[in-house]
């Protein structure tokens, strides 16, 4: 006999339970894996390494059955799951959470459903990237071509220049912009006014909410060379006017400062959120033993909201490969769309929307995300290793 703890008394579970829970979870294991392996034995093997005069009966079949095989094991063992008497002790707990609070499962299935109908199943698009693809043959009949479409970017001279700008900008957005919240938010929590810190609050907040199509109208309007407002004053003061929409050397700038001023205040939100758990009584503690503010500050606000800064960061830095597309794409000119201002995202756009080359455009794009999912994992590993915390 196995014993399990459930509730306030000790639940037996019966061997012939135990045994039959045991092949469940193998079977179930099995068809993930089925699914799994024909998923990957039909792009991987077939595909990318295969042949390139590829026939789905000689090649695609086999995958295709696997897979197939799994998704009616993986049902069939659903099934069983809640059907079969031997498990009834297992599924009964699951089944009775499902009634009691079926209509907050209802309410949750609407998100579920769109995430898997915008998020999961366009992954299906992935294989444009190791195929030559025909408008006409559509993507599933459209030829394999291997890892060519990687090669055709990275053969060519522009990828270094759009790889070198989009780390660039990923690292330097990360290291100027990343510390700006954080600050905003120890400084909130010292107003004493509530009324006060509620009106910066808002206004800090407002920016987040205006598109960057407005911002770079706004920009446009304070510093066109011709009828910018900034400009305008300077000249009529016997000054030079500043070219910060066109030069290359002013595009950083803006965008640092840009960022700062539209995310700063929004990104205070789930510091300020860490803040406001903090036991009040760690501050009345270190006041009596004579710590200031700033003491106060260093010694129990910040650790206190390590976690959720270490949070923010890892995942920050698994986006380093994905700047800002809709901040870039708004401010980029055509003195600066094929220099400083060209970085994965709008050179995908430029190959894919613009150009049609939807194979090659989804190559690079699967490339970055590779790169973002190795940064992320990295991140997480670094930051655990130093300071204990980590993501998952």
Request: aromatic share 14%.
């Amino acid at each position: 006999m196995q014993a399990s703890m459930s509730g306030p008394g000790i639940q037996i579970t019966p061997p012939k339970t135990t045994k039959a829970l045991t092949l469940f979870k193998a079977i179930f294991a099995l068809s993930l894996l089925l699914v799994a392996g024909g998923g990957i034995w039909y792009v991987a093997i077939t595909g990318i390494v295969g042949k390139k005069d590829w026939d789905f009966m000689t090649y695609g079949l086999g995958p295709a059955v696997m897979a197939a095989l799994g998704g009616a094991l993986f049902v069939v063992s659903v099934i069983a799951f809640f059907t079969l008497p031997s498990l009834k002790p297992a599924s009964a707990p699951l089944l009775r959470d499902l009634k009691r609070d079926k209509y907050l499962y209802l309410l949750i299935l609407p998100g579920i459903l769109v995430v898997f109908v915008f998020s999961y199943m366009p992954m299906y698009g992935i294989i444009l990237a190791f195929k030559d693809y025909k408008i006409k043959s559509g993507i599933m009949f459209s030829p394999w071509c291997g890892m060519d479409q990687f090669t055709r970017f990275f053969g060519r001279a522009i990828a270094g220049s759009v790889i070198g700008n989009t780390l660039f900008i990923g690292v330097t957005q990360l290291l100027i912009t990343f510390p700006i919240p954080i600050i905003l938010a120890l400084l909130l929590n010292e107003l004493k006014s509530t009324r006060y810190r509620k009106v910066v609050q808002t206004i800090i907040y407002l920016p987040h909410f205006v598109s960057w199509v407005i911002m770079y109208s706004l920009l446009f309007s304070l510093f066109s060379i011709t009828n910018g407002l900034v400009n305008k004053l300077l000249m009529s003061l016997g000054l030079s006017s500043i070219n910060l929409l066109s030069d290359p050397n002013m595009f950083y700038g803006m965008l640092y400062g840009t960022s700062i001023w539209k995310e700063a205040g929004w990104g205070t939100i789930i510091y300020m959120a860490a803040i406001a758990g903090v036991d009040q009584e760690m501050y009345e503690a270190a006041y009596l033993d004579g710590a200031n503010r700033f003491q106060q500050c260093l010694h129990i606000t910040l650790p206190a909201i390590a976690f959720s800064v270490t949070t923010m960061l890892i995942l920050n830095v698994g986006s380093v490969m994905g700047a800002n597309f809709d901040q870039i794409m708004n401010l980029r000119t055509d003195a600066t769309k094929t220099t400083v201002a060209q970085v994965i995202d709008t050179y995908v756009y430029d190959m894919g929307v613009s150009k049609g080359e939807y194979d090659l455009s989804t190559a690079i794009g699967l490339f970055q995300q590779v790169v973002n999912c190795i940064l992320l994992f990295a991140s997480n590993f670094a930051v655990k290793k130093m300071s204990g915390e980590g993501f998952f």
